[in-house]
């Protein structure tokens, strides 16, 4: 039979490629969807401008790539991590463990979180972040107790609120963006609440109740969204009263369907984040695995590619798109040009 | 309600009694009955077909947009000096970008065109030309000095105007794309500059970057997902086919057999996901095969479709009759004869039935593609060579539409519809090469 010859050659070929092709050519790079954006264009001009292979950039979130990133050294693990939070020491020692021990740390700019709603829905225009906290907080002060959160409209702990019902959207925890919306939003509102004295004052420890600080109401009003902003955007198309939780550059990209609020009464744009007026805001890194430079082919070069002032810099195609651009970026690609490890 | 076991009320007069003429209540009930069935039947067809027009229509209609695109069509001369500048920077591409909106806005300052503009205007309504300009060049270096006639994609959002996905009321000012931008882009369309044209580049170019939806294409995602069918179907078809023939003519019926039937079944209910992770561990971490590959994106469908394969090929041979078997036999020839020669060739029409119907199921998989590295941005355009279609990284037409449909410009998720409409055709050409196969088969006794 004409197809079992053909087959075993197909067999033959899968072996044969297979033996070839472990010397990788390309860069893999995976992590943070809020970086995947900015590191894609640069792989797509990278590939553009210079004879190396366009690099294989995948999303799934800040976490997912750092626990790839650091499952070992060799061509079948990821080059680079993108990430929109900072490396836990937990993971620099996950990464030890399994050998990637030198890692570069590059800060390729600012991102800022911004709090959206549907264009036509209620007038969501200001927050702070005691209101973020009241609306999605399990335990919030009413009354100078401590107790379950009543609220079901917005209106109810802030007059010049709308009323309307409390619903948002906010990441899932595999997303570096929701460890920015807990410190920066919900641990910021429990202070300011006080909710965070009455805590302590009911017998936690510092650390407990600095973690009970960033939990969120579970009665289906604060909605983890563990896909892209695209997931959000839609779940706010379905909901007018939903408030949702993006970066900056997305909600730039879709204005015609959202409408931003304030937060503590700054606008965010790249101006008030780039100034530090605008609170909730996050530095983006990537990750390099020292061990391949050298090994795959031009990782060094994109590296220095993605941060060099025609890329990264205030004019560069990152920042038309919505990146803020690191007011120190001669140092980082000094230090991507001297290879200078973490730690 | 009366005991069941009662015995019912004798007629009290002969009026009673049924007759083939008159239709009695019981006659009328049961056939409305039949009635009010087949209605049920029909109406549930009727159901299916409207959300299957609504579909199509719905898929057509997003969809028939990523076929066209706003271009800018101009005559442009890059001098030498320009050249070796451009070349010369770090950022290439981004140097002709610059040297063309230039030269654009010169050219159009000496047309006089109808509409005040300067030259950030012209930089929000381009596209990202930079690319094709230097391709262009690179390839053909006699070209430098003399004018060349380009055709290159618009921005997002001046395409969008011409499909209307933007429009003058509501139009929020923004660095993308201003309002005074507009009144530019109509006047360039009335002198003809600006105009929609057939996006050859969506059939046949592969995925850019997130700003850049007018270079985006779906081709190189096609060369992906026919070399990962290709995998599919040269390794399922025969160790399926092997597999339900030693199972279904040669196994002996003991407890053994009867555990690999029952977990065949079983895996063909197993989510896909699952193949996803196991490729991973498999042949990535312990294999070391390349990632992204569409190799190993076969090999995990592969392993998707066998079940799907083996079962339809066991209940195809069972329906072949035991008399040809018997009468093969009865002639003499062997087992493997009777088999080969008589049982298969009658098989075949349902064999390649469950072939089309598995692999049509791993054209469409995405989740266990996420895990291998073929989901995200996988820009390689073609690969070089046979050989290098099976291990270059590449994407697969699902995980492209996916990826487009989650990135933050609306252009994408145009492109995203339109890639559906080309996953859609490229099912049909499978399904018509199967039934011209299964035709040629067919045999009847």
Known sequence: ?343 | MTDATSIPAAPEDGRRKSSLRTLDARTRRRNAAEKRFRFYGLAAILVGLFFLVVLGVTIVRSGLPAFTQTVVSIDFTLSEEDYAKAEGQLFKTKAYEQIFNAALVTSLEERGVEAEFDAKAINRIMGKPGATIREHFRANEGDLGTPVQFELSAASRVDGYFKGRVTRDGFVDSRFLQASDLDLVDALAEAGIIRQAFNWNFITGADSGVDNPGGAGIGASVVGSFFMMLVVLFLSLPIGVAASIYLEEFAPQNRFTDLIEVNISNLAAVPSIVFGILGLAVFIQFMHLPQSAPLVGGLVLTLMTLPTIIISTRASLKAVPPSIRDAALGLGASKMQSVLHHVLPLAMPGILTGTIIGLAQALGETAPLLLIGMVGFVARGYPDGFIAGFTEPNSAMPAQIYTWAARADVGFYEKAWGGIIVLLLFLLTMNIIAIILRRRFERRW
Not at chain 1, 86 to 113: P, Q
Not at chain 1, 127 to 144: R, Y
Not at chain 1, 192 to 210: L, P, R
Not at chain 1, 223 to 249: H, M, W
Request: overall charge negative; glycine content about 8%.
């Open chain 1, 1 to 343: 039979m004409s197809f079992v010859k053909l087959s075993a050659s197909a067999l033959a070929i899968a072996v044969l490629s297979a033996n070839a092709a472990t010397a990788r050519e390309q860069i893999q790079i995976a992590g943070s969807s809020t970086v995947l954006p900015y590191a894609s264009i640069v792989a797509e001009a990278f590939g553009d401008n210079t004879d190396f292979p366009t690099p294989v950039v995948e999303s799934g979130g800040s976490s997912a790539g750092l626990k790839r990133f650091c499952q070992g050294v060799g061509t079948e693990h990821t080059d680079i991590a993108n990430s929109s939070r900072k490396i836990r020491e937990k993971e620099i020692a996950a990464c030890a463990a399994n050998g990637v021990t030198d890692i570069i740390e590059v800060r390729i700019g600012y991102d800022g979180i911004v709090f959206a709603s549907q264009i036509d829905g209620p007038a969501y225009t200001a927050f702070t972040q005691s209101d973020i906290f009241n609306a999605l907080a399990p335990k919030v002060m009413v009354d100078g107790a401590l107790v379950d959160n009543p609220y079901t409209k917005w209106s109810e702990f802030n007059a010049d609120l709308p009323d309307a019902e409390i619903l948002a959207f906010i990441p899932g925890t595999k997303h570096g963006t929701r460890e920015v919306f807990e410190e920066k939003v919900l641990a910021t509102g429990c202070e300011a609440t006080g909710a965070f004295e009455a805590m302590m004052a009911a017998g936690m420890s510092e650390d407990e109740a600095e973690d009970a600080c960033l939990e969120v109401r579970t009665d289906g009003r604060s909605v983890d969204i563990d896909g892209d902003y695209t997931e959000t955007l839609a779940s706010i198309d379905a909901n007018a009263n939903g408030v949702g939780v993006f970066g900056l550059a997305f909600y730039e990209n879709n204005t015609d369907k959202l409408k931003v609020a304030t937060m503590a009464g700054v606008e965010p744009t790249t101006e008030t984040i780039a100034s530090g007026d605008y609170p909730v805001s996050r530095p983006l890194f990537f990750y390099i695995k020292k061990a391949h430079i050298g090994v795959i082919p031009g990782l060094k070069l994109f590296a220095q590619f993605f941060v060099a002032d025609e890329l990264a810099g205030p004019d560069g195609p990152l920042a038309q798109y919505g990146l803020v651009s690191d007011p120190e970026l001669a140092a980082t690609q000094e230090a991507v040009a001297n290879e200078e490890t973490m730690n």
